[in-house]
T-cell receptor, first 116, second 111 residues
Framework: EAGVAQSPRYKIIEKRQSVAFWCNPISGHATLYWYQQILGQGPKLLIQFQNNGVVDDSQLPKDRFSAERLKGVDSTLKIQPAKLEDSAVYLC??????????????FGAGSRLTVL | AQRVTQPEKLLSVFKGAPVELKCNYSYSGSPELFWYVQYSRQRLQLLLRHISRESIKGFTADLNKGETSFHLKKPFAQEEDSAMYYCALRRYGGSQGNLIFGKGTKLSVKP
């Protein structure tokens, strides 16, 4: 099966600019996650979708970050305006849903953001 | 507070030596713990989870509730085990996949 697709792989912007990342999960996976991984840290959950609804966005900095999954498939994560501390790898992950063994995440390759 | 601690940033061993990657957690209740691995130029992937009590690629991990630990062990390290290893804890009250990760330990296996 095809994996979780993410784009762009790399992005360099200046602070106060905006950026958007795209994720296409594995076909049929109902649950989608965006994680932020700052250099030297483990991934940190930003937002979780179940189909097209938000399940958890408690750690999403909502003043500058937004995410959507309008049709319950692809998702976009936007940062506007970006700050230096947003430099990180943004990981998208998905999992099947409610089936047995459904707690295994499949991660994408990530989108590396550098804010200058 | 829920927390995962991996005290070693880097662990270096020789091929054939035993390896133990440490993970301690802070959690109220029954935790659900995982080890994820990222090989060079590859994606983060699940290695094993405590609930399955499985051995993957020769690695095992036992949940010790008394010591709040979930250390990853392998009796004889191989060069291909060199990678970044992350211990993760399912967030209390969170749904499946809502994980708290440690900072990771880089394992380097020398020939």
């Amino acid at each position: 099966e095809a994996g979780v697709a993410q784009s762009p792989r790399y992005k360099i912007i200046e602070k106060r600019q905006s950026v958007a990342f795209w994720c296409n999960p594995i076909s049929g996976h109902a649950t989608l996650y965006w994680y932020q991984q700052i250099l030297g840290q483990g991934p940190k959950l930003l937002i979780q979708f179940q189909n097209n609804g938000v399940v958890d966005d408690s750690q999403l900095p909502k003043d500058r970050f937004s995410a959507e999954r309008l049709k319950g498939v692809d998702s976009t994560l936007k940062i506007q305006p970006a700050k230096l501390e947003d430099s990180a790898v943004y990981l998208c992950a998905s999992r099947p849903g409610q089936s047995l063994g459904a707690n295994v995440l499949t991660f994408g390759a990530g989108s590396r953001l550098t804010v200058l | 507070a829920q927390r995962v601690t991996q005290p070693e940033k880097l662990l270096s061993v020789f091929k054939g030596a035993p390896v133990e990657l440490k993970c301690n957690y802070s959690y109220s209740g029954s935790p659900e713990l995982f080890w994820y691995v990222q090989y060079s130029r590859q994606r983060l992937q699940l290695l094993l989870r405590h609930i399955s009590r499985e051995s993957i690629k020769g690695f095992t991990a036992d949940l010790n509730k008394g010591e709040t630990s979930f250390h990853l062990k392998k009796p004889f390290a191989q060069e291909e085990d060199s990678a970044m290893y992350y211990c993760a804890l399912r967030r209390y009250g969170g749904s499946q996949g809502n994980l708290i990760f440690g900072k990771g330990t880089k394992l380097s296996v020398k020939p």
